[in-house]
């Protein structure tokens, strides 16, 4: 006989009520069956675990110690229960989140992080930062769960949701001729020097804001290529020339540097979010992918 989690259910009330009689009331079944069910086990387990007579019931050395390892092996069933219930139900386990420079400084992304953290504490997020085109490969692999990433061109096994919509703003030193307005064209950028992201770096903003220049008839003069937006507000901010960039690098604050809206109307880059097409969306990303909703603007 195969012994079931019921038999040590049935074992585990006779032995704390020492009378079959209650322990079958406790169990909501009628005597004869309990009792039969204990001779199996006891057959099945090859051991005598309860002495008993007309009078009185008591567990033998070898019920003693069933009983013992019975409840440990119930709380162990509990106790796998629990945990995949939780990882079931994404409360816990672990989200691998990747993202680009720009992804923490967007208030809304920010936000639902710590938001997730509070909500769900026994899920270890894993977080990566990399260029939106470094992050596609991860993604295929099954190394990353989700990137926040620049809007550019997915693989078919990939997917994405529009988490937010900003615009782009010219950066110029406080210095700087232009400085005093508030919104500026594309084309009165047309002689300067530009501090520009490098070409071989990979992110997908060095083609999205060259293409935006090239669109409105510039081909920028680019003295400085450099790998991130925060060295390019750096050297911005040094007078060494100017830039474009998304808004939510204004939240870097810089008091040398001035950011100018753009009137162009295709001024304007998306930050997405991307997952896996081909694999199962698990709760911990779907609880993320909840979190972040998309909206429009900054």
Do not use: C
Not at 35 to 44: F, G, H, N, T, V
Not at 255 to 275: I, K, P, Y
């Amino acid at each position: 006989m195969n012994i079931e989690l019921r038999h040590l259910r049935y074992f585990i009330a006779v032995a704390e009520e020492l009378h079959f009689g209650r322990a079958a009331t406790r169990l909501n079944i009628s005597q004869p069956p309990l009792s039969q069910q204990i001779r199996q086990l006891e057959e099945a387990i090859d051991a005598r675990l309860f002495a008993r007579n007309n009078r009185r019931v008591e567990l033998t050395p070898a019920g003693k110690q069933f009983l013992s390892d019975a409840r440990a092996i119930l709380a162990q069933v509990a106790q796998a229960s629990e945990r995949a219930s939780r990882l079931h139900y994404g409360d816990s386990g672990e989200l691998r989140l990747g993202f680009t420079s720009s992804a923490p400084l967007i208030k809304k992304i920010s936000e639902a992080v710590y938001r997730y953290r509070l909500t769900y504490p026994d899920v270890h997020l894993h977080m990566q930062e990399m260029n939106s085109r470094q992050l596609l490969l991860p993604l295929q692999e099954g190394r990353i769960d989700l990137a926040i990433m620049r809007n550019t061109a997915l693989p078919d096994d990939l997917q994405y949701r529009l988490l937010q919509k900003e615009s782009m703003y010219a950066v110029v030193h406080k210095d700087h001729r232009l400085a005093g307005q508030r919104q500026v064209s594309i084309r009165q950028l047309r002689d300067e020097p530009f501090v520009f992201f490098d070409h071989q770096g990979g992110t997908a903003l060095y083609s999205e804001i060259l293409g935006l220049l090239l669109r409105n008839q510039i081909t920028p003069n680019i003295t400085l290529e450099v790998e991130d937006a925060v060295a390019i507000l750096g050297l911005v901010a040094t007078g060494l020339g100017v830039s474009i960039l998304p808004a939510s690098f204004r939240r870097a604050k810089l008091s040398e540097v001035v950011w100018l809206e753009l009137s162009e109307a295709d001024a304007r880059t998306e930050v997405w979010m991307v997952w896996s097409a081909q694999r199962q969306t698990t709760a911990t990303l779907q609880h993320m992918l909840d979190l972040m909703s998309p909206v429009n603007g900054l």
